[in-house]
């Protein structure tokens, strides 16, 4: 066998092999884990270290003062709720002023 | 010679005295780039192929959200069962069959070649519908509250959305593949990414509703609650209208009718019915009527950026808006919309923190709207559209 046939078949073989380890990469469902990975890896650099709270939250509003608290999400409850849990400063019943989920959300470009 | 033997040495172009390893290695490599040239000429087929392996692969996993999200809804409706000390015992099975007769639930659209009133039977089937629903869901749960049996009715028809879907994509599935045509998987193929995105959404907001949290779609709703909090002289006017609120404040010397859906349960409510309620029969005079809802973002658009323009903010199938608009016209109302962005997985899954923060510069933009375009002792319509889950009044 000639040294051309057997360069040609060699590399030919090396770009059929190439060719399928691209196809199996960049395949839709490894294209979103890397995808997701990097986001991640993006959105935790933005936030900062020791700066996580994420979850479904609710947060309770002194109707009297103003006072505030952000606590999980209980079942149950629903914005206009008043609650059994009081004001620190003046005792007043709380109430539920907002629900909401707090974690990663996919914004416009 | 042998056949064998002359055709490997014309495909190899190689003499009886080459070696055997090479001549092997070249009839390999012979063998790769006919087969590339082979993959080159049917390459349609081989796409084909893989278009039928991803639909394949969605409809498996769809089939099994569904199964998953069924297992949810009945758990949940035992469990409302059961904490309610209700001594009724139904079977998981009877209650699963219920919820699978709900599932295949069609609403017949009304013949649209004759126009007239078409608006009218169009609402007579979502309001019978929305009835028919609800009245099959009391039979399961009949001593619970209203607003847990409005929670339940709004999951089932987002299980009755998902089953659609599946049931659409199956049938182009099979037709594609019954009368081998790869055009047909071509297209569903193409749709996925959205079908994907509409479908994680729904499975979202069944979840989120049997919870009964605040939906994105809940903003308008939101932002009604809130505007009235800061109003003083609140009020709710008496009348017989199903699942809507109607509130009347005092803002700065103005007079304002609040409308919103009746929560905390997840409904939409009637609001075109309070409207033409408090203009025909209360006989309310208003300077302006103000929607704010929920509005799909376009790519690029941030979550929470909020538009304010003229018409009616409201989505669905026109019905209410129609409504709206045909009253307002009537009277010579002006309608002002403000709307909050969001993406569909937002406005059905649980309301992000962006969507709450945005209610709060709506409030402030209803605020200025009034301030500017309604003078002191005149009056304004304020109706909070969507779906009020997780947010009373």
Same mark, same amino acid.
């Given at each position: 066998?000639?040294?051309?046939?057997?360069?040609?078949?060699?590399? @030919?073989?090396?770009?059929?092999?190439?060719?399928?380890?691209?196809?199996?990469?960049?395949?839709?469902?490894?294209?979103?884990?890397?995808?997701?990975?990097?986001?991640?890896?993006?959105?935790?650099?933005?936030?900062?270290? @020791?700066?996580?709270?994420? @979850?479904?939250?609710?947060?309770?509003?002194?109707?009297?003062?103003?006072?505030?608290?952000?606590?999980?999400?209980?079942?149950?409850?629903?914005?206009?709720?008043?609650?059994?849990?009081?004001?620190?400063?003046?005792?007043?019943?709380?109430?539920?002023?907002?629900?909401?989920?707090? @974690?990663?959300?996919?914004?416009?470009? | 010679?042998?056949?064998?033997?002359?055709?490997?040495?014309?495909?190899?172009?190689?003499?009886?005295?080459?070696?055997?390893?090479?001549?092997?290695?070249?009839?390999?490599?012979?063998?790769?780039?006919?087969?590339?040239?082979?993959?080159?000429?049917?390459?349609?087929?081989?796409?084909?192929?893989?278009?039928?392996?991803?639909?394949?692969?969605?409809?498996?996993?769809?089939?099994?959200?569904?199964?998953?999200?069924?297992? *949810?809804?009945?758990?949940?409706?035992?469990?409302?069962?059961?904490?309610?000390?209700?001594?009724?015992?139904?079977?998981?099975?009877?209650?699963?069959?219920?919820?699978?007769?709900?599932?295949?639930?069609?609403?017949?659209?009304?013949?649209?070649?004759?126009?007239?009133?078409?608006?009218?039977?169009?609402?007579?089937?979502?309001?019978?519908? &929305?009835?028919?629903?609800?009245?099959?869901?009391?039979? *399961?749960? +009949?001593?619970?509250?209203?607003?847990?049996?409005?929670?339940?009715?709004?999951?089932?028809?987002?299980?009755?959305?998902?089953?659609?879907?599946?049931?659409?994509?199956?049938?182009?599935?099979? *037709?594609?593949?019954?009368?081998?045509?790869?055009? *047909?998987?071509?297209?569903?193929?193409?749709?996925?990414?959205?079908?994907?995105?509409?479908? &994680?959404?729904?499975? !979202? #907001?069944?979840?989120?509703?049997?919870?009964?949290?605040?939906?994105?779609?809940? #903003? !308008?709703?939101?932002?009604?609650?809130?505007?009235?909090?800061?109003?003083?002289?609140?009020?709710?006017?008496?009348?017989?209208?199903?699942?809507?609120?109607?509130?009347?404040?005092?803002?700065?010397?103005?007079?304002?009718?609040? =409308?919103?859906?009746?929560? +905390?349960?997840?409904?939409?409510?009637?609001?075109?019915?309070?409207?033409?309620?408090?203009?025909?029969?209360?006989?309310?005079?208003?300077?302006?009527?103000?929607? =704010?809802?929920?509005?799909?973002?376009?790519?690029?658009?941030?979550? !929470?950026?909020?538009?304010?323009?003229?018409?009616?903010?409201?989505? !669905?199938?026109?019905?209410?808006?129609? &409504?709206?608009?045909?009253?307002?016209?009537?009277?010579?109302?002006?309608?002002? #919309?403000?709307?909050?962005?969001?993406?569909?997985?937002? #406005?059905?899954?649980?309301?992000?923190?962006?969507?709450?923060?945005?209610?709060?510069?709506?409030?402030?933009?209803?605020?200025?709207?009034?301030?500017?375009?309604?003078?002191?002792?005149?009056?304004?319509?304020?109706?909070?559209?969507?779906?009020?889950?997780?947010?009373?009044?």
């Amino acid at each position: 066998m000639s040294f051309e046939n057997y360069y040609v078949s060699t590399v @030919g073989l090396i770009i059929f092999i190439i060719a399928i380890v691209i196809a199996l990469v960049m395949n839709e469902r490894y294209f979103r884990f890397i995808r997701n990975t990097l986001s991640q890896t993006d959105l935790a650099k933005g936030r900062g270290e @020791g700066q996580v709270l994420s @979850g479904e939250v609710e947060v309770l509003i002194c109707p009297r003062c103003g006072y505030t608290k952000t606590i999980p999400f209980r079942l149950g409850d629903y914005v206009g709720k008043i609650t059994n849990d009081v004001c620190p400063k003046d005792g007043e019943k709380l109430v539920v002023h907002a629900i909401y989920y707090v @974690g990663m959300t996919e914004q416009g470009s | 010679m042998d056949l064998l033997v002359i055709l490997q040495q014309v495909l190899l172009q190689v003499g009886p005295g080459s070696s055997q390893g090479n001549a092997w290695l070249m009839i390999i490599s012979n063998i790769i780039w006919l087969a590339l040239l082979f993959l080159f000429f049917f390459q349609d087929y081989v796409m084909v192929w893989r278009y039928a392996y991803m639909v394949g692969n969605f409809l498996t996993g769809l089939n099994r959200l569904i199964y998953n999200n069924i297992n *949810l809804v009945v758990n949940h409706i035992q469990q409302l069962l059961r904490s309610n000390g209700s001594s009724q015992v139904i079977d998981r099975s009877v209650i699963e069959r219920r919820i699978r007769d709900l599932m295949e639930f069609v609403v017949i659209e009304p013949v649209s070649a004759e126009p007239t009133g078409l608006m009218r039977t169009l609402k007579l089937l979502v309001t019978t519908y &929305n009835e028919r629903l609800e009245e099959s869901l009391r039979a *399961l749960l +009949p001593s619970i509250e209203r607003p847990l049996v409005q929670n339940v009715v709004d999951a089932v028809d987002g299980l009755r959305e998902l089953n659609f879907i599946y049931k659409v994509i199956m049938h182009y599935y099979r *037709l594609s593949n019954k009368y081998k045509n790869p055009y *047909l998987m071509m297209q569903i193929y193409m749709l996925l990414p959205i079908l994907r995105e509409y479908v &994680n959404a729904l499975n !979202g #907001a069944i979840t989120t509703f049997l919870k009964g949290q605040p939906v994105g779609d809940a #903003a !308008g709703p939101l932002t009604a609650y809130r505007f009235m909090r800061n109003c003083s002289s609140l009020e709710e006017i008496n009348h017989n209208i199903k699942d809507t609120y109607v509130g009347l404040c005092n803002f700065e010397g103005r007079r304002v009718y609040v =409308v919103k859906a009746k929560g +905390p349960g997840g409904t939409v409510g009637n609001l075109d019915d309070a409207i033409t309620y408090l203009i025909e029969r209360v006989g309310v005079r208003p300077r302006m009527i103000i929607t =704010v809802d929920a509005a799909l973002k376009l790519e690029g658009e941030k979550t !929470g950026s909020i538009a304010e323009g003229v018409g009616v903010a409201m989505g !669905g199938i026109g019905v209410e808006r129609f &409504n709206i608009e045909r009253i307002a016209s009537k009277y010579g109302i002006p309608l002002y #919309a403000v709307l909050i962005k969001m993406s569909i997985p937002e #406005a059905l899954s649980a309301m992000p923190k962006e969507v709450e923060e945005a209610v709060n510069e709506a409030v402030e933009r209803v605020r200025r709207v009034i301030k500017e375009g309604v003078r002191e002792g005149e009056e304004v319509i304020l109706v909070g559209v969507g779906n009020t889950s997780g947010v009373a009044q």
